[in-house]
């Protein structure tokens, strides 16, 4: 279907979601670099914890 | 804007006027829910951070209760029966069987939750012996009155009578188009429910069969433990039961909304199912720290919730990936600059996105809660609301809110009362959300608990690397009020809107997807065996765990005074482990043979 505002229609052939793609490994390395700092700074940094 | 209103179409409201009506109601008692769960919310906010005590503290678990009840039961539930009524009407493009029949289990989920309401709010009320200060976990020993857990039954057997309701059209549907594929939006609801089939055999044992004889004082002890993990049997799959909904409206309408068309709906289905495989096996995961329980099916429990990361993966990947293909028709280019072209003064499609953002940094959080290890780190502190707030509190309860901006028109052929306001409102949400659930997360790995009024001790300070504990109440508080304000806003606009003059042709038909359902297996649409695959996993999953319960507590357990749970030797933890490791193998080769299908 097409709206008011579509100046052209993308089928399924001509269409490659590499905007998705960038968007998503941008978000996997945000958590990677979040969990990191959090298992080894705050998780193992600290005490009181039962394990480590 | 206007004209793209003006589509012409007819509304849900002018060919099923009927179920509109049931529509409506059930969206009504998700609002008043959400509305005074509000209240309640801004109240904790305050009082928790010592800025304003309206209430006695003693008084706090009655307040916590309601809120928890009326938002993740009442709010979510009853937005979602309204939603899948529509969602199995549209997409099978038939009424009701029976709209008597509709009304019925409509009727049940508000008595039931009159019931626990009265319940719960007779707390306040010292002269009567009514109350439920129990927490929406309703954990063993503490108890509540019968009104309350026979106020859920009569809920929950609602529900089930709501789901019976749609497969009843699925199978006339099906007379009538033996060849056809189930539609989209209807096998999203046909799959949810299965799951929560399944999912609430768990919380169905657990007070029909011990809390309310219990609190009717047939047994004067249960085992906490069994009952804890029975409630949690029911409630991991719970929060999909919250998220499915959010699900079908990311799916099915977001990518219209967005000027494109949903990416694959072979996916969309493939992740569905997957969600009913692997909903229910992996409530262990937030029992990480009950004694009781052997560490070997924690472990299971933790691996099948890693599984869990692939529906979700796949989802943010189609969804995204619809909303670029909106972006593009829009005449979007660049890696990133389609994000320009979004409709972002529409306030379904901006209340949308950002409950996705916000659900984006939910995933973090959650991973370090899946963790055995590093959960240890944040368990029972209030980084537990900090994390749930972006969930449910936000990327579901946000969704729901920006989505009805979207409905409404096409269940009452009136126009909103406000886009700007509507628009500044999903805004405000995210601001108050980022504020109060950023405090909550950083108080939470400071050793700030959860559920308590007054988080502050004589002759011991919060020590915080960075901001002070006094900037982070300040900042759960600022953010709890724009919450509030959010909340005021959107349930004002949905009752002015009453007022707006009536219009024809304000319906909005949903664009068909890009990849149909035509390219995928039939073997998707076989509910019948991934309701038994998911049947087999639970068992799988659980009954070694109850029986070693059972075993050593006993059905009604080893008493509710203090609960000194037995910490296993050795052996008894390792065998279990070894045990478990087959049927954990089994379940590898069901999910692997699943997905392969
Ligand atoms: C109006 C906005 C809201 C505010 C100001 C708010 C505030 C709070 C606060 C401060 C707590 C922590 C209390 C404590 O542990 O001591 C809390 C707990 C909770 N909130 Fe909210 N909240 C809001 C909206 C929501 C929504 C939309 C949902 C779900 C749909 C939700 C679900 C919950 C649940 C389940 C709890 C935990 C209750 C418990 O520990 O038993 N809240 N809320
Ligand atoms: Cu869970």
Redesign the interface.
């Known amino acids: 279907?097409?709206?008011?505002?579509?100046?052209?229609?993308?089928?399924?052939d001509e269409?490659d979601?590499?905007?998705?793609l960038?968007?998503?490994l941008i978000?996997f390395a945000?958590?990677s670099v979040?969990?990191v700092f959090?298992?080894f700074v705050?998780?193992l940094g600290?005490d009181?914890?039962?394990?480590? | 804007m206007s004209?793209?209103l003006e589509s012409g179409a007819p509304t849900f409201l002018d060919d099923y006027p009927k179920e509109a009506a049931v529509v409506k109601a059930a969206l009504w008692s998700s609002f008043i829910a959400l509305a005074l769960g509000a209240v309640f919310g801004v109240i904790q906010a305050l009082h928790r951070t010592n800025i304003l005590r309206l209430i006695d503290s003693t008084d706090y678990y009655t307040v916590l209760t309601a809120h928890g009840v009326l938002m993740v039961v009442s709010f979510t539930i009853f937005f979602l029966v309204g939603l899948f009524t529509w969602a199995t009407v549209r997409s099978f493009d038939r009424g009701v069987e029976s709209i008597r029949y509709t009304w019925t289990w409509y009727g049940l989920m508000v008595a039931g939750t009159l019931m626990a309401v009265v319940a719960i709010l007779g707390g306040f009320v010292p002269q009567t012996d009514i109350s439920a200060d129990v927490l929406f976990t309703f954990y063993a020993p503490m108890q509540a009155h019968p009104l309350f857990y026979g106020g859920l039954t009569i809920f929950v057997i609602g529900t089930w009578l709501a789901g019976a309701d749609w497969f009843w059209s699925w199978r006339a549907w099906k007379a009538e188009n033996p060849d056809e594929r189930i539609p989209l939006q209807a096998f999203m609801v046909l799959t949810t429910m299965l799951m929560w089939y399944i999912a609430t055999i768990g919380i169905a044992i657990a007070v029909v069969v011990f809390l309310l004889p219990w609190s009717l004082g047939i047994f004067d002890q249960i085992n906490p433990l069994l009952t804890r993990t029975l409630f949690w049997f029911w409630g991991h799959p719970v929060v999909y039961f919250w998220l499915m909904p959010a699900y079908l409206l990311w799916y099915t309408v977001l990518p219209?909304i967005s000027?494109g068309?949903l990416?694959s709906d072979p996916l969309a289905r493939g992740v569905f199912v997957l969600f009913l495989l692997l909903s229910t096996p992996v409530g262990i995961h937030h029992q990480y720290v009950d004694p009781g329980i052997a560490e070997g099916f924690k472990v299971i429990a933790m691996t099948n919730t890693m599984f869990l990361l692939l529906p979700s993966?796949l989802t943010?990947?189609t969804v995204?990936?619809s909303v670029?293909?909106g972006?593009?028709?829009?005449?979007g280019t660049?890696?990133?600059g389609?994000?320009r072209a979004l409709?972002w003064r529409d306030p379904a499609f901006t209340g949308m996105m950002l409950a996705g953002l916000m659900f984006?940094a939910g995933?973090?959080s959650g991973?370090?809660n899946a963790g055995m290890?590093?959960n240890?780190?944040i368990h029972n502190t209030i980084w537990v609301p900090g994390h749930f707030h972006l969930t449910v509190g936000t990327a579901v309860a946000l969704t729901f809110m920006a989505a009805t901006y979207w409905l409404w028109p096409q269940l009452t052929n009136r126009r909103l009362f406000s886009r700007p306001i509507a628009l500044a409102q999903v805004v405000i949400w995210f601001v108050g959300m980022g504020l109060m659930s950023n405090a909550m997360h950083v108080m939470g790995?400071f050793?700030v608990p959860r559920r308590t009024a007054e988080p502050q001790y004589e002759g011991f300070e919060f020590v915080t690397s960075f901001g002070s504990i006094t900037e982070l109440r300040l900042q759960l508080a600022i953010g709890g009020t724009l919450l509030f304000i959010s909340t005021v806003l959107f349930v004002s606009n949905i009752a002015l809107s009453a007022g707006a003059p009536k219009l024809s042709g304000l319906g909005k038909?949903?664009?068909?997807p890009?990849?149909g359902a035509h390219d995928s297996p039939e073997i998707l649409d076989n509910l019948k065996l991934w309701f038994g695959i998911a049947f087999v996993l639970v068992v799988l999953a659980y009954s070694l765990p109850l029986a070693s319960i059972i075993s050593r507590g006993g059905v009604l357990g080893p008493g509710v005074d203090p609960v000194p749970m037995i910490i296993e030797p050795l052996g008894a933890t390792l065998e279990p482990l070894v045990a478990s490791l087959q049927p954990l193998l089994g379940r590898l080769a069901a999910v692997v043979g699943g997905v392969g299908a």
């Open positions: 279907m097409s709206g008011e505002n579509t100046v052209r229609e993308i089928g399924h269409f979601p590499y905007g998705t960038a968007l998503i978000y945000i958590l979040m969990w959090m298992y705050e998780f600290n009181l914890t039962v394990l480590a | 004209e793209q219209t000027g068309r990416f993966l943010a990947f995204v990936a670029e293909h972006a593009r028709q829009r005449g660049g890696l990133f389609w994000l409709p984006a995933g973090f991973m370090i290890n590093i240890y780190l790995l050793g038909p949903l664009s068909e890009l990849s």
